[in-house]
């Protein structure tokens, strides 16, 4: 089978596109055929070295995948060839194949797409833990998001919308806004020039968000941050922008605000339970029509760097799919 495969950590260019062995499931693992393999920024850390986790080299990345099971190892009595599932696996993604734990699957239900399957794992269950159950953003109060056309931003937004929240999309680009306000958001606002805690006082009518959806870092935590609400969740959940910025903690006391982290792969671990009532809640969403994956480019697995490039490059919006 084909694989993409990281042999040294590196940009996306470095990875090797190479003809592997057929894997074989162990005790308590599945094969699937990958239908469609999600990117994620942490992908482009991973391959680099610069992420929370890093697997031992050599290792295919991609992580939030759909297909088809080929075969199943000992024990594993919940699936059988032939079932399309939904799958999630630390590492192993692009590739022909794959090898995930039975544990991490579920069946995709009836008529949703395989692009659609591999896009509401790892990005909305990022975006669910974050809104639902760390902030408990409720309806009626207003959420601000940033980096809001990216993958875990555009869920947010989705999240926001279907608890009944206002929410506020904050992204680099007049397109990119665009997007948002199609996936619902209520008020756009493009930081890449002017005074942003001016723009978020204007946007809440001098009162701030009542919490703020943080992707990006950077510059813009300390002005988004200082321009939270009385009793303000502000939630720390990635970096994309590259500095990890630092906050001065009066800031905190000053609106009886709270600084809230965000790490999905850690809580999936720790409390799968519930996970798995977030991913229930997020399909029944689905299935209403509520949050609905935005998909903007789809790639053959041999472009996998082109895709990862893209994403690096701020070009990208929504999910971006690798089609093995
Ligand atoms: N905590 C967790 O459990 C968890 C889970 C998944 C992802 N994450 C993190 O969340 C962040 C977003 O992930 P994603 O998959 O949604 O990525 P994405 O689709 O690429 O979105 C990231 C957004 O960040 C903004 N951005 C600002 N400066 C950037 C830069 N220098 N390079 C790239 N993007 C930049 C871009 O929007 P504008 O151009 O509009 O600014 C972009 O749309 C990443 O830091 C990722 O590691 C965390």
Same mark, same amino acid.
């Given at each position: 089978m084909k694989a993409i495969v990281c042999k040294a950590w590196g940009l996306p260019d470095t990875l090797v596109l190479e003809d592997l062995p057929d894997p074989q499931p162990?005790? $308590?693992? &599945?094969?699937?055929?990958?239908?469609?393999?999600? &990117?994620?920024?942490? /992908? &482009?850390l991973i391959i680099q070295g610069k992420y929370q986790y890093q697997p031992p080299l050599p290792f295919t990345p991609g992580n939030e995948v759909s297909g088809v099971v080929l075969s199943v190892g000992e024990g @594993?009595?919940?699936?059988?060839?032939? /079932?399309?599932? !939904?799958?999630?696996?630390?590492?192993?993604?692009?590739?022909?194949?794959?090898?995930?734990?039975?544990?991490s699957l579920m069946l995709m239900p009836p008529g949703m797409d395989f692009d659609t399957a591999a896009a509401i794992t790892l990005t909305y269950g990022t975006s669910h833990h974050a809104v639902v159950d760390r902030a408990q953003l409720k309806a009626g109060e207003t959420m601000l998001v940033l980096g809001a056309a990216g993958g875990v931003g555009l869920?947010? !937004?989705?999240?926001?919308?279907?608890? $009944?929240a206002r929410v506020i999309a904050a992204a680099s680009t007049d397109e990119k806004l665009a997007v948002c306000q199609a996936h619902g958001a209520d008020v756009l606002l493009n930081y890449s020039s002017g005074d942003l805690r001016e723009a978020i006082k204007a946007a809440t009518g001098g009162k701030g968000p009542d919490v703020i959806y943080d992707p990006v870092g950077g510059a813009y935590a300390e002005p988004a941050?200082?321009? !939270?609400?009385?009793?303000?969740?502000?939630?720390?959940?990635?970096?994309a922008n590259g500095d990890i910025p630092k906050l001065p903690l009066n800031l905190a006391l000053l609106k009886g605000a709270s600084?809230?982290? @965000?790490?999905? $792969?850690?809580? &999936?671990?720790?409390?799968?339970?519930?996970?798995?009532? $977030?991913? !229930?809640?997020?399909?029944?969403?689905?299935?209403?029509?509520?949050?609905?994956?935005?998909?903007?480019a789809r790639y053959a697995l041999a472009d996998t760097a082109q895709a990862l490039n893209a994403m690096a490059a701020r070009k990208v919006t929504g999910k971006v799919i690798i089609q093995p």
């Open positions: 162990g005790p $308590g693992q &599945v094969l699937l055929q990958v239908k469609a393999a999600a &990117v994620n920024f942490p /992908d &482009v @594993v009595q919940a699936y059988k060839p032939g /079932d399309k599932v !939904i799958a999630f696996s630390a590492h192993g993604g692009f590739a022909e194949q794959m090898l995930a734990p039975s544990a869920a947010a !937004i989705e999240i926001g919308k279907a608890l $009944g941050f200082r321009s !939270i609400g009385w009793r303000g969740r502000y939630l720390v959940v990635g970096f600084l809230m982290g @965000v790490f999905w $792969g850690e809580f &999936v671990k720790r409390e799968p339970k519930a996970n798995q009532a $977030g991913m !229930i809640q997020l399909l029944g969403w689905l299935a209403e029509g509520r949050i609905r994956p935005h998909i903007s």
